[in-house]
Every structure is written in C-alpha cells, then in structure tokens.
C-alpha cells in the first residue's frame, strides 16, 4: 500500500518554509505594534460550541465540520474558524474582569470540509485578531489596519476594502423582511441554494456566486438603507476615521460574510493582481455572541486570513522574501582522530552561535569538498592526520578559495571575524 496525503491536506516542504517564516515574523511584529497577546486553544472543541456559534444554518455547520465522537461518547468537532474558540477561552479564562479592550491574536490550523481548491485546503493554517469590549468604530479600523500593515508589508499592491454594514438585530429583522420580499418574486430564477438559503438564513442570498443569481443580487435592496441609527452612526464614523488615515475602501452591499455572528461593520481586504479569488482576509463585528455562548455583554470585531493563501498569492506575484540563514560552515575530515575531532568542534562551535554543518560517513575529502560546494558554505574546515597532530585546521575561504592553517584555539574568533 502507497501512504497519501488526506485529499484536502499537503505537506509544507522545506523549499516553501521561507514564506511561512517571513509571514509568521511580519505577524508578530506588527501585532506587537498594535498591542495584541497570542492565544492559544485546543484544536478540538465541544460541537455545540461552534454551532452556537457559528450559526446553525450556515455552510459550515451543515457541510464542513469535522465532527466525531470521542471514547466517552461526547461529541467534539475539529476547529473550523477560530472565533467561537477565542471567545470560548475569553469567557473560561476571566478575562471579561481584565480592562478593556482585550486584544488577541491567534496562528494555527482549521478544519473544514470543502472543496479543495487553489489557496485552500480541508485543513490550513490561519492567522486571526479579534478586539473585545470596545464598541467605538476605532477599534474596528485598528483591526482592519493590522491586516492592510501585513499585507502592505508582505509586497501587495493596489490594496483596497471591500465595506458593508449587517445592522443589528433592532434593524435586521425589518431589512430581513423586505430582502424575502424581494426574493419571493424570483424564486424561479435564483438557484436552489438561494431558495433553500431564503427559508433558513435570508442575508446569505447577497453571497451567492453562481451567475444565474447574480442580476436578481445586483437589484436587491441596500441594507445600508434600513440601518438604525446607532448603526448608522457607526458606519458613519468607522467612514470617516477610514478618510482620516487614508484607507481606500468600497461600499459592497453584497458582502455579509458566511458567518451568523456579524453585526454592524463586514469588510474584507481585496489586493491587485491576484485573481478571481482577490481576498485576502475577511472579518467583521460580532457584538451579541460573547452573550450567545454565556458571558457577559461584550462587543467584538476580528478577522481571518489564511496563510497558504497568501503564499500562493505571494508566489504568483513573484514577492520576493529574504532566503533561511544556512550554516556558513563545513566540516570535512578524514580519518578516525579526525572524525572525533570534527565532531568536537562542530558542536563548540554550535554552542557559540556559529552554523556548522557537518560530513558524515568515509567518503574521499574530495566527495565531501563536493558536497561542501554544494551546500553552499562560506568557509569550509578541513581536518585530517596532519591537523589532528598538530592541534590546528586548515580553514578555505570558498569565495577567495584562499587557504590558512589556523589553532584550534583561535578557530572561533577567526570564523567570526571571517563571517561577519
């Protein structure tokens, strides 16, 4: 039997770990700006989380989730986002006691049983902010702005947001109600999933990607028009304070996000030249669901983006990222003292912060020279029954292929000088 990968799932090969270090580092560093901790959860939960929280009649409940039962017969379900877990831990872990706003960020895998596609996977990996206890429209564009600094600083260009309010559930219903209205009249002409989508979750027909559906989405009334006026007010602000620091954005009455938790602020952020598929992240406000799953009232606001999908998008645009450090330095040796002796040194000199690799086995000192070339060391250390009865190295230059003798006990300090 051939071993495979579970369709939906890949291996990230060592060719392709530059991208996940450099991303990851831009991560931290900005969300260290910004002023948020890194959480991290379990990534399996009770099934109810999520259905509580994500909402029973979405996608991901009814078609994705990777849900078992464990020994003892509870039913748990592999992370398919990473909100319900965040505010989960919130909740469990005291901090609605902590000052206000609380501030997140997670790195880790989901789970979700969809069709593979390019840029996304069965399992990947997700980077996720949230913000809870604010309600002020600021915070929401200082999350929508640690998503626009990684990606302005991963190299995209032509970055632009993609804004919608969902209301609230004091201006949803009536919205919701003239929305079915509307729909009722086409029912012939949208697609099944519309129709089932119509009877169980309403604002989902705007999300509709099948081209049949897309005239009757295009004519469909504006939410922004049936907006309360708390709502409105903060549309009105979070727009103003975008202008203020020169964030480009677009109203877009279709975008609701595939999720049941969102109130008021939906965006995502949209690059240039990367596609169909042209988003890069997408979250937006939640501010009944700390409340839904048994806290105190809380207002949230958070996003997602996923990793895989910004390297393949990075790779199609041809980024560049600075390469791994590779060690600098390698040891050849011939002979058995000679081999003690490269083993020796290696590892001192590993513990002085100096990247050695290291020949192994019997061949030729030509074969390892080979190999030394190869690997694209600075400095090869050439070590055999010569310099093992007279304590020292003999130390190549691979760029100047120039050669010294040099004393086992000046071998560091001569290789940090060399190599800096």
């Known amino acids: 039997m051939k071993y495979k990968s579970i369709k939906g799932t890949r291996d990230v090969l060592p060719e392709e770990q530059p991208y996940w270090r450099y991303i990851e580092s831009k991560i931290h560093h900005i969300c260290d700006l910004y002023g948020y901790s890194r959480i991290g959860m379990p990534i399996f939960e009770q099934t109810n989380l999520f259905i509580r929280g994500v909402g029973e009649t979405t996608d991901i409940v009814e078609k994705e989730m990777y849900t078992f039962e464990d020994r003892s017969g509870a039913s ?68 929508m702005s640690i998503a626009w600094q990684l990606y302005t600083e991963l190299g995209f260009k032509g970055l632009l947001f993609q804004l919608n309010s969902t209301g609230c559930p004091v201006c949803r219903p009536a919205y919701l109600k003239r929305l079915e209205t509307y729909y009722r009249n086409h029912t012939e002409e949208i697609c099944p999933d519309c129709n089932r989508r119509l009877d169980k979750n309403p604002l989902r027909v705007l999300d509709c990607k099948i081209e049949k559906c897309q005239p009757i989405i295009d004519n469909a009334p504006h939410i922004q028009n049936h907006l309360c006026e708390e709502c409105t007010d903060h549309f009105t602000k979070l727009t103003t304070y975008l202008d203020l620091v020169e964030r480009p954005y677009k109203l877009n009455h279709r975008l609701v996000r595939g999720l049941d938790y969102y109130t008021k602020t939906v965006f995502e952020v949209w690059a240039q030249g990367i596609g169909a598929q042209n988003a890069m992240c997408g979250g937006g406000r939640y501010d009944g669901l700390i409340e839904q799953l048994g806290g105190q009232p809380t207002p949230g606001i958070g996003f997602g983006s996923g990793i895989e999908r910004i390297i393949l998008s990075m790779q199609e645009q041809e980024i560049e990222i600075p390469s791994l450090p590779k060690p600098q330095v390698y040891i050849i040796n011939q ?86």
Do not use: C, W
């Open 76 to 143: 748990l379900t592999l992370r398919p986002e990473f909100t319900a877990s965040v505010l989960r831990a919130y909740i469990q872990n005291g901090f609605q006691g902590k000052p206000k706003p609380v501030k997140f960020y997670s790195i880790g895998p989901i789970f979700r049983y969809e069709r593979p596609q390019a840029g996304r996977f069965r399992q990947h990996t997700q980077f996720n902010v949230e913000a809870l206890g604010e309600q002020d429209p600021a915070i929401d564009v200082e999350v």
């Open 335 to 420: 002979g058995e003292q000679a081999r003690l002796l490269a083993l020796k040194s290696a590892f001192s000199l590993r513990g002085q912060d100096i990247g050695v690799q290291l020949a192994f086995g019997e061949r030729s000192l030509r074969a390892q020279l080979r190999d030394a070339n190869r690997s694209g060391a600075r400095i090869v250390i050439i070590i055999g029954e010569d310099e093992v009865a007279k304590k020292i190295v003999t130390v190549k230059d691979m760029q100047s292929s120039e050669q010294q003798q040099i004393s086992l006990s000046e071998l560091s300090n001569h290789l940090k000088n060399a190599l800096t």
